[in-house]
Structure formats: structure tokens, C-alpha cells
């Protein structure tokens, strides 16, 4: 006759035999898992033979395809996409990369660039553009194929270096404006061909008329309606300087007619 005790030491040797079972399967699957990994971290038919780059309008394909040529001939899943990207970063233009990798031997790049927001001409007065960030852009070629405003600045070719941040006052002010002007005042961004500051005050150029336009603190899209409005039905005198600053007004000061 067995006893309750009995009972109760036979269920424990049960589950201890169902625990052995449980946990040499699951190193079993571990064990299967981690070879075929291993095995496609080493064949070679897994080995990366072509690149595609796409998204870049600044930065030539040559250039990023050279940077990351290194990569050819190594195994798929071995290749970091966090050491692609730090490469291509150290292109100014650079300022994000999407990697994706196909199977078997494939990789595509999106190249998410830094656009141009205006160009800083240098003392010397060679042009650098600059981000919205105040990021120093490179450029390729002898065109600048971006239209962008320019502003005008006593600092020295030295000053301007590749992917660093230009720490001035004056510039972060005039990339604040022209920032407002994006959102608030989108349709007029096209007549800006330059800024320019007169006794720390940011002053714009009229592409069409060369008027020089003083920019208001509030109210910046309905002050720019008035001053086209004047512009379109007043007798605005070319190099003239309208002042936005006044509430509800325009102030012209006469230029030349």
C-alpha cells in the first residue's frame, strides 16, 4: 500500500524529469539557433557585392560610394549599419543615412542631406553655406547650384570650417528670422536676396526692387503684406528703406527713384 508520502516523491521525480527534458530542449534550439547564425555570419554567399545610394542631391554618389567601398566582400551580417552611418557622416552634408541590407549580397543607402538656409560671404569674400543649425556646409564644384539669401560677415575664410557650427551672435539672429519668416511668411522668402545688419539691426534686400526692408518683431506676414501692398500702389523709390517695426504702419525713408 503506498502511502501519501510515496505519492508526492514519485510526482516530485516526474517533474524533475519533465524540468531535465524541458531545459536540454531548449539548449537544443539555442545550440541550432546559434549555428545557423554563425553559418550565415561566415558563408559567402552572404558576402556584400553591390552598393546603391540614393536620396543625395549635394553630395556625388562617387564620393559616398568611395567612402563606403570598404565594405565590399565582407559578410551581410556582419557589416554595422551604426559604422556605415558614422562614415557618411563625416560628410557635411550628411545628416542622417537609412541602411537597408537585402539578401543575399546587397545594400541600399537613403542619404537624408542638410539643405542650405543662406550663404555667409567671408571677409575675403569667398561664399559658405550654412544650415539652419549654423552647420558650415561643404561645396561641391564650382557652382553653387542652392538660391539662398546672402549675409554679408567680417569673418575670415579660417572661420569657415566643414561641419562645424558657426557660435555667432549676429548669424543666429538672422537664422532666427529667417526661420520666422519659413513659417509665418513662406511666399515672401523668394524676394530675400541678402541680409545685412546696420547698428545690430537685420535689414533685407528686395531681389526685385532693392528696397532695403527693416523686418518686423510680431505680426511678420501681415506687416510683409502692408509693405507689398505700398510696393504695388505707392511711389516707392528704388534703394528706398521701408521700416516694419511700427505697428499697422509702413515707414518709408526716400532712396533714389
Same mark, same amino acid.
Given at each position: 500500500?503506498?502511502?501519501?508520502?510515496?505519492?508526492?516523491?514519485?510526482?516530485?521525480?516526474?517533474?524533475? =524529469?519533465?524540468?531535465?527534458?524541458?531545459?536540454?530542449?531548449?539548449?537544443?534550439?539555442?545550440?541550432?539557433?546559434?549555428?545557423?547564425?554563425?553559418?550565415?555570419?561566415?558563408?559567402?554567399?552572404?558576402?556584400?557585392?553591390?552598393?546603391?545610394?540614393?536620396?543625395?542631391?549635394?553630395?556625388?554618389?562617387?564620393?559616398?560610394?568611395? $567612402?563606403?567601398?570598404?565594405?565590399?566582400?565582407?559578410?551581410?551580417?556582419?557589416?554595422? $549599419?551604426?559604422?556605415? /552611418?558614422?562614415?557618411?557622416?563625416?560628410?557635411?552634408?550628411?545628416?542622417?543615412?537609412?541602411?537597408?541590407?537585402?539578401?543575399?549580397?546587397?545594400?541600399?543607402?537613403?542619404?537624408?542631406?542638410?539643405?542650405?538656409?543662406?550663404?555667409? $560671404?567671408?571677409?575675403?569674400?569667398?561664399?559658405?553655406?550654412?544650415?539652419?543649425?549654423?552647420?558650415?556646409?561643404?561645396?561641391?564644384?564650382?557652382?553653387?547650384?542652392?538660391?539662398?539669401?546672402?549675409?554679408?560677415?567680417?569673418?575670415?575664410?579660417?572661420?569657415?570650417?566643414?561641419?562645424?557650427?558657426?557660435?555667432?551672435?549676429?548669424?543666429?539672429?538672422?537664422?532666427?528670422?529667417?526661420?520666422? !519668416?519659413?513659417?509665418?511668411?513662406?511666399?515672401?522668402?523668394? !524676394?530675400?536676396?541678402?541680409?545685412?545688419?546696420?547698428?545690430?539691426?537685420?535689414? !533685407?534686400?528686395?531681389?526685385?526692387?532693392?528696397?532695403?526692408?527693416?523686418?518686423?518683431?510680431?505680426?511678420?506676414?501681415?506687416?510683409?503684406? /502692408?509693405?507689398?501692398?505700398?510696393?504695388?500702389?505707392?511711389?516707392?523709390? =528704388? /534703394?528706398?528703406?521701408?521700416?516694419?517695426?511700427?505697428?499697422?504702419?509702413?515707414?518709408?525713408?526716400?532712396?533714389?527713384?
Amino acid at each position: 500500500m503506498h502511502t501519501s508520502r510515496d505519492l508526492r516523491q514519485r510526482k516530485r521525480r516526474g517533474n524533475s =524529469r519533465y524540468y531535465l527534458f524541458f531545459a536540454f530542449s531548449l539548449f537544443a534550439c539555442l545550440g541550432v539557433i546559434g549555428g545557423i547564425f554563425y553559418a550565415f555570419r561566415h558563408l559567402s554567399i552572404f558576402e556584400l557585392q553591390s552598393i546603391s545610394v540614393h536620396g543625395n542631391t549635394a553630395v556625388p554618389d562617387s564620393l559616398l560610394l568611395q $567612402k563606403t567601398q570598404k565594405y565590399l566582400g565582407q559578410n551581410l551580417f556582419q557589416i554595422s $549599419k551604426k559604422s556605415i /552611418r558614422q562614415d557618411l557622416q563625416s560628410f557635411s552634408r550628411v545628416k542622417d543615412a537609412k541602411i537597408k541590407k537585402h539578401l543575399l549580397d546587397k545594400l541600399s543607402i537613403q542619404i537624408i542631406e542638410r539643405s542650405g538656409m543662406l550663404y555667409v $560671404k567671408s571677409f575675403e569674400g569667398n561664399l559658405f553655406p550654412i544650415d539652419e543649425d549654423g552647420i558650415v556646409l561643404s561645396k561641391y564644384g564650382k557652382v553653387y547650384k542652392e538660391d539662398l539669401p546672402i549675409f554679408s560677415s567680417y569673418y575670415p575664410d579660417a572661420s569657415f570650417k566643414a561641419g562645424s557650427k558657426l557660435d555667432k551672435e549676429d548669424i543666429a539672429r538672422i537664422c532666427k528670422l529667417h526661420k520666422r !519668416i519659413v513659417k509665418e511668411a513662406t511666399e515672401y522668402l523668394n !524676394i530675400i536676396s541678402e541680409y545685412y545688419m546696420v547698428d545690430n539691426t537685420i535689414h !533685407i534686400i528686395d531681389a526685385r526692387f532693392g528696397t532695403c526692408i527693416i523686418p518686423s518683431e510680431n505680426d511678420l506676414a501681415k506687416q510683409f503684406k /502692408r509693405y507689398q501692398f505700398v510696393q504695388d500702389n505707392g511711389n516707392i523709390g =528704388r /534703394r528706398s528703406t521701408v521700416d516694419l517695426r511700427f505697428e499697422n504702419q509702413v515707414v518709408v525713408k526716400a532712396g533714389e527713384k
